[in-house]
């Protein structure tokens, strides 16, 4: 990915989605490409997306960018993270989440969102990213371990979906630049 001077950045070869911050006016098509994903029941426990104030509210600032249509400004994806404890000792550590819309998949989306969170993150001094995934979902486990995550382990029977008692594979990826001292 190439960075652009607006603060953009180019979806690998393709030139015609850009990579940026995720802004407010973007609500309505990021919490769409959510319920969307959470409606194909392998993405996450959660059954309906938030409304955005508490979407907003729960994920960190600065670590939160959108794949978008250069031509039309579409918003094909997204990528947050929120903290996982708000004790000290786990400051460097945040879980995230990505979303591509079902259409876009396929074009490389999903990695260069993932490389913009691994770029925030590690400027911010962050040294651990990681997420639950559902075993079934090998689309995200193949993505993430491009990325450079690695699967910690299997976390069995850890929540009810749809009434059907599920396991998530912890992935992580530890920073080679922040918290290596």
Same mark, same amino acid.
């Given at each position: 990915?190439?960075?652009?001077?607006?603060?953009?950045?180019?979806?690998?070869?393709?030139?015609?989605?850009?990579?940026? #911050?995720?802004?407010?006016?973007? /609500? !309505?098509? $990021?919490?769409?490409?959510? @319920? /969307? %994903?959470?409606?194909?029941? @392998?993405?996450?426990?959660?059954?309906? !997306?938030?409304?955005? #104030?508490?979407?907003?509210?729960?994920?960190?600032?600065?670590?939160?960018? $959108?794949?978008?249509?250069?031509?039309?400004? @579409?918003?094909?994806?997204?990528? #947050?993270?929120?903290?996982?404890?708000?004790?000290?000792?786990?400051?460097? &550590?945040? /879980?995230?989440? $990505?979303?591509?819309?079902? #259409?876009?998949? %396929?074009?490389?989306?999903?990695?260069?969102?993932?490389?913009?969170?691994?770029?925030?993150?590690? !400027? /911010?001094?962050?040294?651990?990213? @990681?997420?639950?995934?559902?075993?079934?979902?090998?689309?995200?486990?193949?993505?993430?371990?491009?990325?450079?995550?690695?699967? &910690?382990?299997?976390?069995?029977? &850890?929540?009810?979906?749809?009434?059907?008692?599920?396991?998530?594979?912890?992935?992580?990826?530890?920073?080679?630049?922040?918290?290596?001292?």
């Amino acid at each position: 990915m190439k960075t652009m001077a607006t603060d953009e950045t180019i979806c690998g070869d393709d030139r015609s989605v850009t990579i940026r #911050a995720m802004e407010p006016g973007d /609500a !309505a098509a $990021v919490l769409a490409i959510y @319920q /969307a %994903g959470l409606d194909e029941g @392998q993405s996450s426990f959660e059954t309906t !997306a938030p409304a955005w #104030a508490a979407f907003d509210a729960a994920r960190l600032p600065g670590h939160r960018h $959108v794949a978008v249509d250069a031509a039309t400004g @579409q918003v094909l994806g997204w990528v #947050a993270a929120a903290a996982v404890s708000s004790r000290p000792v786990y400051s460097g &550590v945040i /879980a995230h989440s $990505v979303y591509v819309d079902a #259409a876009a998949r %396929g074009r490389g989306i999903g990695s260069a969102l993932l490389t913009a969170l691994i770029g925030s993150s590690e !400027a /911010a001094g962050i040294w651990t990213i @990681q997420s639950g995934v559902f075993p079934e979902n090998g689309a995200s486990l193949r993505l993430h371990e491009r990325a450079g995550f690695r699967v &910690v382990g299997t976390r069995e029977r &850890v929540g009810r979906h749809h009434g059907v008692w599920r396991d998530t594979v912890l992935i992580e990826r530890r920073s080679k630049a922040a918290g290596t001292d």
